[in-house]
């Protein structure tokens, strides 16, 4: 059974730090990219951050860039997303993705969220 669970959300205040974590199961999670996704009231989900299988490159929305960092630990099973200098537009549930393309399949898996409120 597949299973993609995100923790580490909660409340800071704008200028603060979180790091969430995903803990992966239940596939072979070396082989997926894995990445990181939001989604604010009323819009769209929107990628935050991408990192390969192997973790050599990583790349992010314009909006996070130099603030945020996608990171991965293979040995683990874990993907992490270290999100500094936090600003209100910054709120939103966060959503781990796995996702892997092979002969023309796609494995395509969601974890349930976590939410993330920067306010003062």
């Known amino acids: 059974q597949v299973r993609l669970v995100e923790s580490g959300g909660g409340s800071v205040q704008p200028g603060g730090s979180l790091r969430l974590s995903c803990a992966a199961s239940?596939?072979?999670?070396?082989?997926?990219?894995m990445s990181w996704y939001r989604q604010a009231p009323g819009k769209e989900r929107e990628l935050v951050a991408v990192?390969?299988?192997?973790?050599?490159?990583?790349n992010y929305g314009d909006s996070v860039k130099g603030r945020f960092t996608i990171s991965r630990d293979n040995a683990q099973n874990t993907v992490y997303l270290q999100m500094n200098s936090l600003k209100p537009e910054d709120t939103a549930v966060y959503y781990c993705?796995?996702?892997?393309?092979?002969?023309?399949?796609?494995?395509?898996?969601w974890g349930q969220g976590t939410q993330v409120t920067v306010s003062s």
């Open positions: 993705n796995a996702l892997l393309t092979e002969r023309l399949r796609k494995y395509n898996y």
């Open positions: 239940g596939f072979t999670f070396s082989r997926y990219a």
């Open positions: 990192t390969t299988n192997s973790g050599d490159t990583t």
